[in-house]
C-alpha cells in the first residue's frame, strides 16, 4: 500500500504573525540583546552608561523626549556637546569623545529600551549618519580656526623605548612589576583592561615562550604568542617569570598584575585596574628619562607602529593585537608609518 504524500502547510509569513506570536518574538529579541549585553567588559558597559547618561541630560536641558533617537535629535545632541566641557579644565568636549557618545547612545537605546524607526526597522547605526557628517563639519570649523581639542591620539611607545623604561626600573618589586607589565603590555598590543582582567594562569608558558590568554576583550577573545627575545633585558618572558616567581604568583586563578601596598611595597591579593594600568605606564615613562607622556594606550599603538617598520601585513598585526582584520583604527596607526616608507617623493628629489 502506498503511503499518501503529506503536503506541508505554507509556513505564515511575518507580516501575518498575531499580537501574541509577535509579542514572543519581542520578548525573545529583549532577552538576546541583554545576553549578549552582559557579556560585554565591564569598561564598554561604563562607557556605555555614561554616554547615556549624557543624552538624558541633553534631553532635559532641551525638551528632548529621552527614546526620541533621531537623526535630527542626534544632530542637536551634537551641538550640544560640542558646547560642553571637557576633562581638562577650560576646554571644551572632544570630537573622539562626542563620536563615542553618539554610538554608545544609539547602541543603548536599541539595546536597553528597544528603540525603533517608525517603519518598524530596528535602531542601527545608520539613524547617526547624519550627526556623524555634522560632527566632522564641527571638527573641520575647529581645524580652521586653530582651536585644539581633547588630547589627541596616543604617542606610540616603540621598540627602543622598552630598552630605557626596563633599565630604569628600580630592582624590588615594583620595578619588576612595572618591567614585565609594560612588555607584555607592548608584545600582546593589550589594551589595559585586557591586561587587568588576566589571571597566572593565562600566561602559559611553552617551549618558545608564552601564550598569553586575552579571555577579555574589546572585540574577541585571543591567545596572542609571546616569544623569548633576543635581548634578555626587555625580553618578556623572562620579565613575566622574574615578577612571578618574586612576588610568589603560585595560585594558577589569582590576578596576574597585583598591586602593592602603599607603605609596606608587599604584593597585594587584589589586581591592578586598568586605569592604574596606563598610570604605570605612564609613570615608568617619565622614571626614565622619556619626554614622551605615554598613556595606557600607548604600547598597543606602539607595536603596532614598530611591527609595522618592520615589514608585517596589517592581518598579521591585527591577529596579535585584537583588532578587526580591517580595523580603520589601525589602518590609521599603519598609514603614519607607510607615509615613510611608500611616499611619491622617494627618489624624485
Not at 611553552?206 to 585571543?222: C, E, M, N, Q, W
Not at 619626554?291 to 607595536?303: D, K, V
Amino acid at each position: 500500500m502506498v503511503e499518501p504524500v503529506v503536503i506541508p502547510a505554507v509556513p505564515a509569513r511575518p507580516e501575518e504573525y498575531g499580537t501574541a506570536t509577535r509579542a514572543a518574538l519581542d520578548h525573545i529579541d529583549r532577552q538576546a540583546v541583554r545576553t549578549v549585553a552582559d557579556g560585554r567588559p565591564e569598561s564598554t558597559r561604563r562607557s556605555y552608561a555614561q554616554d547615556w547618561a549624557s543624552w538624558t541630560k541633553f534631553c532635559a536641558d532641551s525638551g528632548v523626549p529621552v527614546l526620541a533617537v533621531t537623526p535630527g535629535t542626534l544632530v542637536m545632541f551634537v551641538e550640544w556637546l560640542w558646547t560642553r566641557p571637557g576633562g581638562k579644565k577650560g576646554t571644551c568636549t572632544a570630537p573622539s569623545t562626542i563620536d563615542r557618545r553618539i554610538s554608545g547612545t544609539v547602541v543603548t537605546a536599541r539595546a536597553e529600551h528597544g528603540v525603533r524607526l517608525e517603519d518598524g526597522v530596528r535602531l542601527e547605526d545608520g539613524v547617526a549618519r547624519l550627526a556623524h557628517n555634522r560632527l566632522k563639519q564641527l571638527v573641520k570649523e575647529m581645524e580652521a580656526s586653530g582651536e585644539t581639542r581633547g588630547r589627541g591620539q596616543a604617542p606610540p611607545l616603540l621598540v627602543e623605548h622598552p630598552v630605557r623604561i626596563s633599565a630604569a626600573c628600580p630592582d624590588n618589586l615594583r620595578g619588576i612589576r612595572d618591567r614585565a607589565l609594560v612588555l607584555m603590555h607592548f608584545v600582546v598590543a593589550g589594551r589595559e583592561h585586557e591586561l587587568a582582567f588576566n589571571r597566572v594562569r593565562d600566561y602559559a608558558e611553552t617551549p618558545g615562550g608564552i601564550h598569553a590568554d586575552l579571555r577579555f576583550s574589546k572585540v574577541r577573545p585571543r591567545v596572542a604568542p609571546v616569544p623569548y627575545g633576543s635581548r634578555p633585558s626587555i625580553c618578556p618572558v623572562r620579565a613575566w617569570q622574574a615578577w612571578k616567581e618574586a612576588a610568589y604568583l603560585t595560585d594558577p586563578d589569582g590576578c596576574a598584575w597585583r598591586r602593592l601596598h602603599n607603605r609596606w611595597h608587599t604584593v597585594m591579593d587584589g589586581g591592578l585596574t586598568p586605569e592604574s594600568i596606563g598610570d604605570i605606564v605612564t609613570r615608568a615613562g617619565e622614571r626614565a628619562g622619556i619626554e614622551i607622556r605615554f598613556t595606557g594606550h600607548s604600547p598597543r599603538r606602539g607595536l603596532a607602529t614598530s611591527s609595522r617598520l618592520k615589514g608585517h601585513d596589517q592581518i598579521v598585526i591585527a591577529k596579535q593585537g585584537g583588532w578587526a582584520a580591517h580595523s580603520k583604527v589601525l589602518a590609521g596607526y599603519l598609514e603614519v608609518v607607510d607615509q615613510g616608507e611608500d611616499n611619491a617623493l622617494l627618489g624624485v628629489l
